[in-house]
């Protein structure tokens, strides 16, 4: 069972590296950011790059690992990015972790100038945008003509410090989405069933998440992988729960002793942004996670 954070790249770097730290000396498994432009609610207000911000959490941490929940072809080639990737897990000493998903609508989809892809059309891009990436972060020469990417000569040396790459998480509910997760993922991820979140009720979530956790078993025999191997990785915020596992320490021990019991390795959870859909009191968070994990182990 592992507990993880995120902590959004809104606050300047005077005052977000104290958080990064605390993040730390808490004993998160794993802090992560979004890789957005800017998101939602928060588009009016301060948003930080994702890559900048987990380059200077690494040189403020130590132990903890750091990682994007996540990046997504939006915004991204895989050329340029493998080459910030890697540059990243050499500056952080092999303690990250690639978190990455298709994307979808939003500011992020056109502010390049770009028409918003179809669901289609995204699916298409991240089948290419994974298996090259995979190739550029393990190979030290890459040369590849795809109909939505392409590298030429395309060199990451001396390579990632992890070996043989950084892991991927793949975030994926769908058949495509998730066999890129069994083929080149080290870890899935989800955030729930969107369909059910604003009308759904925690029963139904998990019934979801569930059903969710079977076809990715499938998919990975399928393609003759154990999904024991796999990480599982529910990010928060986003079932019909809300922000009630995160209203006391007790909330929180029954919300992750159901979701650990599904099969999930790795729960995440908002770091506090007063005002905002992640509110919640710094004390319990703290508390949560200093103390869930040892009362979920009795």
């Not at 043989?164 to 080149?184: D, N």
């Not at 870890?187 to 990715?216: C, H, K, N, Y």
């Amino acid at each position: 069972m592992r507990l993880s954070t995120v902590i959004l790249p809104i606050h300047r770097w005077a005052e977000g590296q104290k958080i990064w730290r605390r993040a730390e000396e808490l004993g998160f498994h794993t802090a992560y950011t979004y890789d957005h432009l800017t998101w939602r609610s928060f588009r009016d207000g301060p948003w930080f790059g994702a890559i900048p911000t987990l380059t200077a959490a690494a040189s403020v941490t130590h132990r903890m690992r750091l990682g994007t929940l996540v990046t997504s072809p939006n915004f991204r080639h895989p050329v340029t990015l493998a080459k910030e990737l890697m540059s990243l897990d050499d500056i952080s000493g092999g303690r990250f972790t690639l978190g990455i998903g298709a994307g979808g609508g939003g500011f992020d989809a056109t502010a390049l100038g770009q028409t918003a892809w179809t669901p289609k059309e995204r699916a298409d891009r991240f089948a290419e945008f994974v298996p090259l990436l995979d190739r550029l972060l393990t190979e030290r020469a890459v040369t590849v003509s795809g109909t939505h990417y392409s590298a030429v000569e395309a060199r990451s040396v001396p390579g990632c410090v992890q070996r043989p790459r950084l892991p991927f998480a793949v975030a994926a509910t769908g058949p495509r989405g998730m066999r890129l997760a069994a083929e080149h993922g080290q870890a899935w991820v989800t955030t729930g069933d969107p369909a059910i979140f604003e009308t759904g009720t925690p029963e139904e979530s998990r019934e979801a998440l569930r059903g969710q956790l079977g076809r990715l078993a499938k998919v990975c025999a399928d393609s003759g992988r154990d999904p024991e191997e796999m990480d599982r990785v529910l990010l928060t915020g986003f079932t019909p729960d809300r922000g009630a596992p995160l209203e006391s320490l007790d909330a929180f021990v029954d919300f992750a002793g159901h979701h650990f019991a599904l099969g999930f390795t790795e729960i995440v959870i908002h770091a506090p942004i007063p005002d905002s859909p992640f509110a919640a009191d710094p004390v319990v968070f703290e508390r949560i996670a200093t103390e869930a994990l040892a009362q979920l182990r009795t």
